[in-house]
């Protein structure tokens, strides 16, 4: 299967050559694209000058930082156009190991139609993290996977695989979330739909040079979301379920 790698940037000229070079090394037969949101301190041109020797990594300059979820939006858009069969999605700073891209593309062989690299699972782990930050991350993950109904354990991590053909099904382009809550969006539209969604494990690491894009605002972002397609989507089971009763269905008299 042809397979795409998605790797959103910004200010990433610490770490994007580095990230590169562990791809290519991970798997080279895959083809890379890195979408960046213009970032001003040259990532670009580091990411187009380890293309010339690497191969198969092309660059896609956005005209302005748009958020995470708008990059992916892009980056999979190329991905169909170019006929992909399989996008992975992945971090450029390093927190996420590419030495574990032939672990997710194993899931897809093994017939899940999305994988999540989980930090929740067995074998999975988030080494050096402090005791508030894995309490703020398991504990919103926990209850993103409630509300929503998942059985997921690691609904917010990016470091991902997807079938195209489940992307397309989810219809991922009409998704709204602009921050890190598009991981939790494209999980629960997975989810809802009953395909099959898989989960290996990941060793998380902390990301030592450069800054994190995680912000209060992208946190209330997620939040805010997760309440909102929870309530809406008991509304509607609500409704549905009083039509069909309505009309006789299942459950009427």
Not at 141 to 165: F, I, Q
Not at 198 to 227: C, H, N, Q, W
């Amino acid at each position: 299967m042809r397979t795409l790698v998605v790797l959103p940037t910004y200010d990433e000229a610490a770490n994007i050559v580095e990230v590169l070079q562990r791809v290519r090394a991970a798997a080279p037969q895959l083809d890379v694209l890195v979408v960046d949101d213009n970032s001003p301190d040259g990532t670009a041109a580091l990411a187009r000058a380890a293309a010339d020797e690497l191969g198969q990594i092309d660059v896609l300059v956005r005209e302005r930082k748009e958020g995470l979820g708008n990059a992916y939006r892009h980056g999979f858009s190329v991905g169909l156009e170019r006929g992909y069969s399989v996008l992975v999605q992945m971090d450029a700073d390093l927190s996420h190991d590419p030495a574990a891209i032939p672990a997710l593309l194993r899931a897809i062989d093994d017939g899940a139609e999305a994988v999540i690299g989980s930090r929740y699972i067995p074998g999975g782990s988030i080494p050096h993290w402090p005791w508030y930050r894995r309490a703020l991350s398991r504990y919103g993950n926990r209850y993103s996977c409630l509300v929503l109904g998942m059985t997921v354990r690691d609904a917010t991590s990016g470091y991902r695989a997807y079938r195209v053909d489940a992307l397309k099904a989810i219809d991922v382009f009409s998704t709204r979330a602009k921050g890190y809550g598009f991981q939790i969006e494209t999980a629960y539209r997975v989810s809802r739909q009953g395909r099959a969604l898989a989960e290996v494990p990941i060793e998380f690491t902390d990301r030592v040079r450069g800054y994190s894009k995680m912000s209060l605002s992208v946190m209330v972002e997620e939040l805010v979301l997760v309440t909102w397609w929870g309530l809406r989507d008991r509304v509607l089971r609500r409704v549905s379920g009083a039509r069909r009763r309505g009309r006789g269905g299942p459950g009427a008299g």
